[in-house]
């Protein structure tokens, strides 16, 4: 039923659905969605396939978000990500954490996220954004803090995710010796990273 509302909705209502995306890729995600609804899948396989629909039409004004149950089902565990970053010439870089014993992770670039490499991570997530192409440092800038006109870190949103959620999460990072050097963090529940979200706002 979701599937078949935002299908209509999109079709009847939205004047952009092929603007800056090709109809035959737009469509095939639709149909794509629709195969996914008629079968019974989890949650987050529901919400990829719904993710892969804005990003066919290549229009960053159409932002997808997990459903409000499966936001509030995050909310009563800890698994949310105790750091953040920032991108410099399409390299990552820790730019905040949560527990101040990390502070010394501040300004080292990432070399791995949980043992997998930063171009695996960052094709997936930059995969997962609407974006028309046409600014390359877009997708980027959605994977950090902040913009005029962010209202997520899709890095936050869609890491777990993509990766899946875990009650500690590994960075390894280049010292300046560029030597690689491994450091866990564990993960946080919804009010400390709500209290670290806004001390980053």
Known sequence: KDAAILRESLEALYPSLNRYGQQDAV????NRLENSAQRKTDTLSFYRAVVDVPVATKDEHVIPFPSDAFRNERRTKSEMLPYTIRWIDNDPFISAVADPIHSALVGKRVVQFDGMAVQSV???LRASIPSDGRSQT?????LQDFTPTQNENYFDLNYPLWFGARRAYEVTIEDQRGSAIKAT????????FSAFYRERL
Do not use: S
């Open 138 to 142: 877009f997708a980027f800038r959605r």
């Open 27 to 30: 469509y095939n995600a639709l």
């Open 185 to 192: 963090l564990e993960a946080l529940d919804w009010r400390a």
């Open 122 to 124: 960052t094709n997936t």
